[in-house]
């Protein structure tokens, strides 16, 4: 193994070493009071630490002759993508996607989501210093399992599902894992302009509202892409196509499930009850979904054991599925004539409002102003 080289940050030269004594020492000072997330917060930083010195630039890569050429067609095709994104979100300057990181495995993490077993709710996490999240990221296959078998045992729903990809926002030069090279040309193109929209924009402490605008902007910004780009592979563009006519169904019989399980859950039936009508339900979703024979499954419920559905999963599903009526997201988007900077710039103002008053405007169809006069 090469030994680890200084890095350039910030104009100035600071070894790996260095970068993660401070990562780790920021960690436990930030969870001193809080002695249950040491442990949790600490792999994370281990990770990005270990991302950091293990990273190489792509042009070196690709000059190499280390990887195959495929996979050589995907990393062209994300700095394409980048490029397209810088110039349709206006940013100006974004390190992302310059290095290259090989992952002994095959999965970059994974997430967990938890929820009370009659309540579509996702269990808060909060942590000193960066806020409060709606799941936890975990890129240590043991950990995972030991919290998941955790909340299991506490009664919780549970869903697990792969990390795609993650933005530290800006703060460190993403990388591209080489996780990302299993993708489709679609999926990659979403991958990287969800994660720069987040690089734009993000609210802190506001799951919910972050992932919904990355995935509303993101679905844009890929439909741009695909129609700017002629040299698109015609299958490519058909799979992008496919895929967002087939999940639209899905969702539907999700909303519906969803529905018909807050009635459930609101009722005035005792808790047993309400367990069976609940189990039935999902019984009633899932062979609705097998009977209509998607072709995308594997993408539309995001590679899920229709098995493993439960109210942890609709509410992950949900965190990344902003509603397909028109809300305080696509009326911006009018009001702005479809320019994007300016439909950024108006969700900035947003930030002056709390996370109820912005799920207004995530879930109705309300204009911008309306919902800033409720901040004031």
């Known amino acids: 193994m090469n030994k680890p080289k200084s890095i350039r940050f910030l104009n100035i030269t600071i070894s ?3 970068i993660f004594a401070s990562i780790l020492g ?3 000072f930030a969870c001193i009071l809080n002695m249950s997330c040491i442990g949790y917060i600490l792999h994370l930083a281990n990770h990005q630490a270990s991302a950091i010195i293990h990273r190489e630039k792509i042009t070196d890569v690709m000059k190499s002759g280390g990887i195959n050429d495929a996979a ?3 990393l062209e095709l994300i700095e394409k993508a ?4 810088k110039i349709l979100y206006s940013l100006k300057e974004t390190h992302s996607y310059e290095y290259y990181v090989s992952l002994p495995r095959k999965a970059l993490g994974w997430n967990l ?3 009370p077993a009659l309540e579509l709710k996702a269990k808060e996490f909060s942590f000193p210093f960066v806020g409060t999240f709606g799941y936890l990221g975990f890129f240590d296959e043991k950990m995972k ?5 955790k909340f299991i045992s506490r009664g919780f729903d549970v869903y697990e599902n792969e990390i795609g990809a993650y933005s530290t926002l800006g703060y460190f030069s993403d990388p591209v894992f080489s996780t990302y090279l299993e993708f489709s040309d679609a999926q990659l193109v979403r991958l990287v302009l969800h994660e720069m929209a987040h690089e734009k924009i993000y609210f802190n402490s506001d799951t919910d509202f972050s992932e919904s605008l990355a995935v509303y902007i993101e679905k844009i910004a890929t439909n741009l892409y695909f129609y700017h780009n002629i040299n698109t592979p015609p299958d490519q563009n058909q799979l992008h196509l496919y895929f967002i006519r087939e999940y639209g169904l899905f969702q539907d019989f999700l909303d519906e499930a969803r529905k018909n399980l807050e009635n459930i859950y609101s009722s005035d039936f005792p808790d047993k009850i309400k367990l069976q009508k609940k189990k039935e339900e999902f019984e009633k979703l899932r062979a609705k979904i097998k009977n209509a024979g998607f072709k995308f499954l594997k993408y539309a419920a ?3 054991d229709l098995n493993e559905f439960n109210n942890a999963f609709l509410v992950q599903n949900q965190r990344y599925t902003p509603s397909r009526k028109k809300t305080g997201f696509s009326l911006l988007l009018d009001d702005c004539h479809n320019d994007i900077v300016c439909w950024f710039d108006g969700l900035k103002k947003l930030k002056a409002c709390d996370n109820k008053t912005r799920k207004i405007f995530m879930e109705t169809e309300v204009h911008l102003n309306e919902v800033l006069n409720k901040c004031r």
Not at 82 to 85: L, N, P
Not at 145 to 149: A, C, G, H, R, T
């Open 16 to 18: 790996p070493q260095t």
């Open 26 to 28: 920021t960690v436990v």
């Open 72 to 74: 050589k067609k995907k």
């Open 82 to 85: 980048k490029e397209f994104g």
């Open 113 to 115: 989501t938890a929820a």
């Open 145 to 149: 399992d030991e919290w998941k078998n």
């Open 302 to 304: 995001g590679d899920t």
